[in-house]
């Protein structure tokens, strides 16, 4: 069984219900929610699309991460997730943040993920779901957000739990 971290995000929709339905269909494919962060309520980047709820989950799963990368996929295809330009609207978007304590650079997949330490809609619901430095980083998502900063970021009072 492998520990994994995943960010979660929608700004289409029903957005909290999005989140839920992504953490519901990641269970029935073998990738059961152990912790939830708190929702995060973010601007878009790019500024011309709706705000977004972000959230990180850990899990376990025997899956492989290229099989998870999979069913990261499947899951937000059937939420509604198609083809669009680059960081555009969509219902539905899961990263693989961590796979265990191990790097990944295969196309297509690299973990830990390349942007993690530049997102704050990432870092902020992070620190809720982690205990000291984060894999591989070896610093703490509270340092890491210190240096980003939470500009434009708000915890909302929403959870994932129903």
Do not use: C
Not at 3 to 10: C, F, M, P, Q
Not at 107 to 113: A, C, K, R
């Amino acid at each position: 069984m492998t520990i994994v971290t995943l960010a979660l995000g929608s700004n289409l929709g029903d957005r909290l219900a999005n989140l839920r339905a992504a953490i519901a269909l990641l269970q029935e494919r073998g990738v059961p929610a152990i912790r939830f962060s708190g929702v995060w309520e973010t601007d878009p980047v790019p500024a011309d699309q709706p705000s977004y709820l972000n959230a990180v989950i850990t899990a376990e799963t025997t899956l492989s991460a290229s099989e998870l990368l999979a069913v990261a996929k499947e899951v937000e295809y059937l939420l509604g997730r198609r083809p669009s330009r680059r960081w555009g609207a969509r219902a539905a978007d899961i990263d693989i943040l961590f796979y265990g304590d191990q790097r990944i650079d295969e196309p297509g997949l690299v973990v830990p993920h390349p942007r993690i330490a530049e997102r704050g809609f990432v870092l902020a619901p992070l620190a809720e779901v982690t205990d000291g430095p984060v894999p591989i980083l070896n610093r703490t998502a509270l340092d890491l957000l210190a240096a980003v900063g939470i500009t434009g970021l708000t915890r909302t009072t929403l959870q994932l739990e129903r």
